[in-house]
């Protein structure tokens, strides 16, 4: 049984190795997507283009755009002097916020009236639009509070007043850089469709050339088959994963604070269950084609309903309830837990737990397709 | 064709019973019975889609039947599937082998697939090599192997366990001539060494080679046989052979006589089927005269196996219309 395992691994690893098409798959293809997908996962909102509508152009005016240019997050890029301007630049998303102070401004504020001040947002992104609201939004208090402060030492009083400061620190991501949450979710993503991909066309290849009769008249078991072909490319996705977490480590900087064994030892039950997924796409495919379509058609909602991008606690009941079956659920918790906040096993059981009885499912089901389809 | 000495202990290698297969309302395989024996080279002869194949993956444990039984080597085909698997040979006309390995590496494969002991493993290794007559090639990718080395490489390791029984499946289909001699030159020399051949084909020339034979068709057994019986005893009717310019002209003409059964073009000559050889000849040859055509022969011809079988098979259809 071991020696007929055995002659599948290595024919496997073999027929992997010298393909100088797979082999670059394999090793180049994740360095690309980790250093791109890097770069992309950002969500953090800084040097936002703007545009300045000054039509009081006063002192007082000028005064509160340099409040605004002085921070980081806003960069005047156009300065415009018309309304038309103004629709324009925001319907071709040139800036992605105009600025406007009304003629006036400056008079009222020396008179000490209401002035007001205006931010027109491209909306279309709420999030963000919704966080640029609020940095404006800080920026014009601190701006009020100097006003109120000159006037009144204006007046020869010196104020003094109660202060109520909110002192904010944040856990496991200190300086709050999204793309520290994000990394670990692209390793995810990059391992999931790799491992998918490549168990995704393990069978169905030989069923292609015809090997797979020859299999089927042999004296090899379907669970040997089966594990002989998990246990290779388990082990190219384990290196892969290795790969991109050093990248990932070095190039961009992601703290790694848990145990890298732990971060093996659950993926490695990961894998297992999306190998499983893939053998079970490949032993139900009959082309290679048909295989490679199954592959993304489950993986969109694997990914999609994860957690990667939107927290599942923000989705509808019902389709919480739908993520429980979903492997990637449990393995974004591993990755980012033992990257960001580096828990032990003693919290982490409780994700391994479900990828081991998913992966079961996955494997048996695989197994017995396997079965059914030789009957 | 001599029978080969291992053939007189008439031990029973492959034996059907009633064996059907259907898929959904479809019957791929009829209520089929036959045995071989050991040592024999027994071939199922049928055109495309007659359910030879599906005989064959019921024998090898891939099919379950869907009625009936069946022994391969004393195992039963629906409880001891993988029993056979570890005890037969299987090659099809696909030449089961990784393109992307060298020879050697698929000799390894199919080795440790077969659990051959670690220390008889280079010996048998030598052999198939030796087989197929690839010694320059050891360490070259499959890829760049002739068809007629593949397919003797593929049967090698399909054979590397030494197994008793062995099954082809079309194993010449694709190949030259010259190889496809070759090729039953080996399967010669197994049979010869006491091992029983169960071998489908369409070639007729190559189930001449068989020591006995079954027609099926429509997953009907038509006939079963030894060539020679198929084409004097099953075969009861006569073929006479006309040559003449311009045969395909006639052909209309000619099986409108009361005597001929059914004629058909043999490249540029007509084969005719008759009952009543003398007569069919008189009223050719009143035919041909009152064409006032004079250039022209009739021959009565020993039936060859495609004759038998073309015959069989408008017998069956002719058959099977009726009902």
């Not at chain 1, 997507?33 to 005016?61: M, R, V």
């Not at chain 2, 698929?106 to 008889?120: A, G, M, T, V």
Request: proline fraction near 3%; charged fraction near 20%; glycine fraction near 6%.
């Amino acid at each position: 049984m071991f020696e007929r395992i055995k002659a599948i691994i290595i024919k496997e690893f073999k027929q992997v190795l010298r393909d100088p098409r797979m082999k670059s798959v394999i090793l180049i293809s994740p360095i690309i997507q980790i250093i791109l997908f890097g770069y992309a996962a950002n969500k953090d909102i800084d040097f936002i283009p703007t545009a300045i509508y000054d039509k009081d152009n006063t002192k007082e005016s000028r005064q509160l755009l340099n409040q605004f240019t002085f921070s980081k997050y806003f960069v005047p890029k156009y300065y415009i002097n018309s309304e038309a301007e103004e629709d324009f630049m925001l319907d071709k998303g040139a800036v992605s916020v105009v600025l406007r102070i009304d003629r006036g401004f400056g008079r009222n504020i020396k008179a000490g009236n209401d002035a007001a001040v205006q931010l027109a947002l491209d909306g279309t992104d709420s999030n963000t639009a919704m966080t640029i609201a609020g940095y404006a939004d800080s920026i014009m208090s601190a701006y009020q509070y100097d006003v109120l402060i000159k006037d009144v030492s204006a007046l020869g009083i010196s104020l003094s007043m109660p202060n109520v400061d909110l002192r904010q620190r944040a856990w496991f991501n200190e300086n709050l850089i999204s793309r520290n949450y994000y990394l670990p979710g692209v390793i995810a993503s990059i391992i999931t469709i790799m491992s998918l991909l490549l168990t995704a066309m393990a069978i169905v290849r030989e069923k292609e050339i015809g090997t797979m009769e020859q299999l089927t008249v042999s004296p090899l078991r379907p669970l040997e088959l089966i594990f002989g072909k998990l246990l290779p490319f388990g082990v190219i996705a384990l290196a892969q994963t290795l790969l991109i977490t050093i990248l990932a480590i070095l190039w961009f900087h992601l703290p790694f604070r848990g145990s890298l064994l732990l971060l093996l030892l659950g993926t490695c039950v990961y894998l297992f269950t999306t190998l499983g997924a893939g053998l079970l796409i490949s032993t139900n495919s009959s082309t290679q084609q048909e295989a490679m379509m199954t592959v993304f058609l489950f993986y969109m909602p694997t990914l999609l309903l994860s957690g990667f991008a939107y927290p599942i606690a923000n989705m509808p009941q019902v389709i919480q309830w739908l993520t429980v079956v979903n492997p990637m659920r449990y393995y974004l918790v591993i990755v980012r837990g033992i990257f960001l906040k580096g828990v032990g096993m003693d919290i982490l059981w409780m994700q391994i737990l479900p990828l081991l009885i998913i992966g079961l499912v996955m494997t048996s089901m695989s197994v017995l397709m396997f079965k059914k389809r030789l009957a | 064709m001599t029978m080969n000495p291992s053939m007189e202990n008439n031990q029973v290698a492959v034996a059907v019973n009633d064996l059907e297969k259907k898929f959904g309302t479809f019957t791929a395989v009829n209520h089929i019975n036959f045995e071989v024996k050991q040592g024999e080279i027994f071939g199922f002869l049928g055109p495309n889609g007659a359910g030879k194949s599906t005989t064959i993956r019921m024998l090898c444990g891939i099919y379950t039947p869907t009625s009936g039984s069946g022994t391969v080597g004393g195992f039963d085909i629906v409880k001891e599937q993988f029993k056979i698997k570890e005890n037969i040979g299987y090659m099809s006309q696909k030449f089961s082998l990784y393109d992307d390995l060298t020879v050697e590496e698929n000799i390894d494969f199919y080795s440790r697939i077969y659990n051959i002991p670690k220390n008889e493993r280079k010996k048998r290794k030598d052999e198939t090599i030796e087989l197929a007559g690839i010694e320059d090639f050891r360490k070259s990718l499959t890829s760049t192997l002739s068809g007629g080395w593949k397919q003797r490489l593929a049967l090698g390791c399909a054979i590397i366990h030494k197994p008793k029984i062995i099954f082809l499946d079309e194993p010449t289909s694709g190949v030259d001539p010259i190889t496809r001699a070759n090729f039953w030159d080996i399967i010669n020399k197994m049979a010869a060494a006491g091992r029983t051949i169960f071998v489908t084909t369409h070639y007729m020339d190559e189930a001449e080679n068989c020591n006995r034979l079954v027609m099926i068709y429509h997953g009907t057994m038509i006939a079963m046989g030894t060539p020679e019986e198929m084409k004097t005893k099953v075969m009861k009717s006569d073929i006479l052979e006309i040559i003449m310019p311009h045969a395909e002209n006639w052909l209309d003409k000619i099986s409108q006589l009361s005597s001929i059964k059914e004629t058909a073009l043999f490249g540029i000559n007509i084969h005719a089927v008759t009952d009543n050889a003398q007569k069919a000849i008189a009223e050719l040859n009143g035919l041909f005269q009152s064409q006032s055509l004079s250039d022209y022969s009739v021959n009565k011809i020993k039936a060859s196996l495609e004759d038998v079988f073309v015959s069989l098979i408008e017998n069956y259809d002719a058959e099977h219309k009726e009902k």
